[in-house]
């Protein structure tokens, strides 16, 4: 067999089986994405320790004209940039913060018509930890 053709074998099957250990979802993976990560995107809370991310994450909530959702986030960033955005039913951004360094902070999104709004939490070649969660009043 090509030696050539034994080593890209050999490299799928080990970016398989660390993609695996790590806790990456396999089946979440997109085209053109890198996800080495483990933590969790449950509702309320994005939480992740990545070793690698280009891709996307989101959450979101249903929300009535009136209500607020104070979100928080944290960020260790060792590498790459991370953008966190909420969007509005319309997809429409409402809230956007594009972090090349480590930060912390929040705000609260007033509704202003009822719907689903979207967090989205969008990596290129981040590493590092995240920590977002929201809360609807």
């Not at 070793?51 to 959702?69: D, H, L, N, P």
């Not at 986030?73 to 790459?80: E, M, N």
């Amino acid at each position: 067999m090509d030696p050539k053709r034994n080593l890209i074998i050999i490299l799928v099957i080990t970016i398989f089986q660390a993609g695996l250990l790590s806790g990456c979802n396999l089946s979440k993976i997109k085209i053109g994405e890198v996800r080495m990560m483990y933590g969790s995107n449950e509702e309320g809370r994005i939480a992740y320790n990545i070793r690698s991310f280009t891709g996307v994450e989101s959450g979101s909530v249903q929300a009535t004209k009136g209500q607020t959702i104070p979100f928080s986030y944290r960020v260790i960033l060792d590498q790459g940039s991370l953008l966190i955005e909420w969007q509005d039913p319309e997809g429409e951004v409402m809230w956007q913060e594009v972090l090349a360094e480590s930060g912390s902070g929040g705000a609260e999104i007033s509704i202003l018509f009822p719907g689903e709004y979207v967090i989205i939490v969008q990596g290129n070649g981040f590493s590092g930890n995240i920590d977002v969660s929201w809360d609807i009043k």
